[in-house]
């Protein structure tokens, strides 16, 4: 037998980390690393937050699970609050990012049929963009890397570039239900989109009576400074897919909608075993409790700043390896002009510094959002020891 006991999917380094303190890792060695990738956006309290913490450990001993067939006080909570902060009307809970974005698609796709337009349901969605690994999810995505060995992939699916307006205005047919987008593409390298794009989809989607579904599992809940991406273009979506840093490290996922984009959600059409779990609403409300204030948003969109004006100055000492930053708040994209996967590697190992690598040769700086002054002075530490102790790789 040479399969290993943890199916190999990924590629795993040899970093083994056992414990965490606030935005630092500990390996099984005793190895700390500044923890600049929050487990990709999900740790956004850190590791170690006490009301997090807490509120799990309280939850866990008064009740863990119940179905979904009984009234949820906890969920309720949870939902309303969601509601109160955001342009949804309901909610509905899940355990992953990708089945937030499944609930989404559904919910896009009965928008219509449950109105007789049964023709209506493609999803308008884009290049580089991640929605996840189902079928569902992986067909929604032009990347091919993720398609290969899996065909059939699901049908419903039209692929736009990137931030063309007028390309995805092309795509509507009498066939479209809506557009599936990231606000910031983070799998594809931090790519904010442009103000124009987003306002225009909306457009798009007012005129032709489309869903604007939007992807936020990565760059939502406080990550740029504001509970929700959208928020900084203005542009209200009708459906909205949340998850990573919405439990804080539990599994979480959501789906938000407003009343007339949910209207086909009727009883019975769609569930989830665990999905919303008082275990799960427990972790989400305290990460509520943390970021849903204004004192909160703007410590996030300040510590962005002051991470950004010093990498920007940072990036003079060394024009050949760094290109340019991109991103809001604290989900920031360092463009290299080098490969940014090896240099993510020599940050990890031989400078403690964890990031994560991105498309386009982005570099991903992903902190807790409760970083402070000493974990940005340390960032730069490591990253200028890494600058300069780095040789770029041969060509291969
Ligand atoms: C991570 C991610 C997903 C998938 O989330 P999972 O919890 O891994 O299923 C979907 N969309 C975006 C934008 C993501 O970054």
């Known amino acids: 037998m040479s399969i290993t006991p943890l199916m190999p999917v990924y590629p795993r380094c040899g970093v083994r980390p056992v414990r965490g303190e606030h935005c630092h890792l500990i390996d099984e060695d005793g190895t700390r690393y500044l923890d600049f990738a929050s487990g990709i956006a999900v740790n956004l309290l850190g590791h170690s937050h006490e009301g997090l913490i807490g509120a799990i450990q309280k939850q866990a001993a008064e009740l863990m699970h119940v179905s979904n067939m009984y009234g949820s006080p906890q969920g309720e909570v949870l939902a ?9 009307d309901t909610v509905f809970f899940s355990n992953s990012g990708a089945e937030a974005v499944e609930t989404a698609i559904k919910c896009a796709r009965v928008y219509h049929q449950h109105e007789g337009n049964t023709q209506r349901s493609e999803l308008i969605t884009f290049t580089n963009a991640f929605h996840g690994r189902t079928m569902a999810t992986i067909s929604a995505s032009n990347q091919t890397k993720m398609h290969h060995g899996f065909a059939p992939l699901l049908d419903g699916f039209k692929y736009c570039e990137f931030d063309d307006l007028e390309a995805a205005k092309a795509l509507i047919t009498d066939k479209t239900a809506g557009f599936l987008v990231e606000p910031i593409q983070g799998e594809g390298g931090i790519r904010p989109a ?13 005129e032709h009576d489309l869903m604007l579904v939007l992807d936020e599992v ?9 509970m929700f991406a959208h928020e900084h273009y203005g542009v209200n979506p009708d459906i909205l897919a949340s998850a990573k840093g919405i439990g804080g490290g539990f599994p979480l996922g959501a789906c938000l909608a407003t009343e007339k984009a949910a209207r086909g959600m009727v009883f019975g059409t769609h569930g989830s075993t665990y999905g919303g779990n008082p275990l799960a609403m427990a972790a989400g409300n305290a990460v509520l409790d943390a970021v849903a204030n204004e004192a909160f948003l703007a410590s996030v969109s300040a510590k962005g700043e002051t991470i950004r004006t010093r990498l920007e100055q940072f990036f003079g000492n060394y024009p050949d390896l760094f290109e340019l930053v991109r991103g809001k708040g ?8 080098v490969e940014s996967r090896p240099f993510f590697v020599h940050l990890r190992d031989n400078h403690q510094l964890m990031m994560v690598a991105a498309g386009d040769n982005t570099l991903r700086v992903l902190p807790p959002l409760v970083i402070g002054d000493a974990e940005i ?14 040789t770029v790789p041969e060509a291969a």
């Open 330 to 337: 604290l989900m920031l994209g360092i463009k290299m002009k």
């Open 194 to 206: 442009s103000q124009e794009f987003m306002s225009g989809l909306r457009a798009l989607a007012d």
């Open 377 to 390: 002075d340390e960032f730069f530490e490591k990253l200028s020891a890494g600058a300069a102790s780095y």
């Open 80 to 88: 309303q609050r969601l509601v109160d902060h955001t342009f949804a």
């Open 218 to 226: 990565q760059c939502g809940m406080a990550r740029t400074g504001k």
